[in-house]
């Protein structure tokens, strides 16, 4: 559960499992472990070593969120995203990021974008590499040359790398509208010249059903703005995606409500919510639980492939924001505001 709202959010979604384990007679075991703050707090650093072996016991990583002011003191690598999630997103190999954007026709007041773009909804997923490119890249650092003081930065992507994101994204792109947008910079970048390469080529062998487009990333910014309807999944490097995906999840308006996956070989994965520990609402029972609720949904589909459980947990949130029922962040007038619990 990690810290802030994540023990609270955690709470509906464990209750959500249970429900699940009911009504599809299903069977599962399930450890929590220290993360995060509450890590260093009650075993000195934020992934203790029983949390790893957890999670290596485990076939998937259900996550809350870490972090929060009382930690910032720490020295970067310590504190409790540097000192959590990046290891835990290494050491298990979690290199496709998965981010769902999702504006539902109810909550289309929520989105900062005009009606008339969003008023049919817009349902699309980011798909985001995530161990590697120019956040990974070696050399990086900073001389000095001629006099003149010089950072510098590599971006790197092997044909394996780009393969191994790219099918995940064709594969996602199958179960859905069969539709895959490909954005790169292919007009500067070698990188992505070979990004692109590697794209057709999956295309042609493996993926001839798939309707696949290629985009500069300085389009793609502008597109999804102006038709965010136009997307269904979409497919790119680490930068890159860090950017797209957090513009996907500002035009729907709602961080409480968006969940993610991180995705390695063999269906391993880690579910969390895509926004943080919000400590300024932490304790006060009004955090919106969905995105972690939707997180476990993604969990079923990823991990498990039980897409029927994934449908079902999704349509269970359609129905409730249909019923009218809203956290706070979410509220609009007329609603019927309710709190965490309520929520779950
Ligand atoms: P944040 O996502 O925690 O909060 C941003 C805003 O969104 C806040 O106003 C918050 O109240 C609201 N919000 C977020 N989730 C919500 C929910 N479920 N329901 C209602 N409102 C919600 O981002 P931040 O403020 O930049 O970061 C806070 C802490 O979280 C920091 O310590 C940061 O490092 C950490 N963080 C952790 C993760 C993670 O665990 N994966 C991700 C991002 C940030």
Redesign the pocket.
Known sequence: P?D??GPE?MDEALLTLETIKMKFDIYYELKTALVGGAAIDQRGKALPDETIEICKWAHCILFG????PKWEHLPPEEQ??RGA?LPLRKKFGLYANLRPAIIYPPLAAASPLKYEIIKNGVDMIIVRELTSGIYFGQPKGREERNGVTVAFDTLTYSVPEIEKICRIAFETARSRCKKLCSVDKANVLASSVLWREVVNRLWQNEFPDIELQHLYIDNATMQLIRQPYNFDVIVCDNMFGDILSDEAAMITGS??MLASASLGDNRFGLY??S???????AGKGI??PI?QILSLALMFKYSFNRDDICKCIQNAVKKTLDKGYR?K?IYTEGAILVNTAEMG
């Open positions: 990690g802030g709202i959010v969120s870490v972090g929060g409790p995203e999630l961080i409480g969390e919510p926004g943080g520990s919000a400590p300024d609402i955090a919106n995105a956290t962040d």
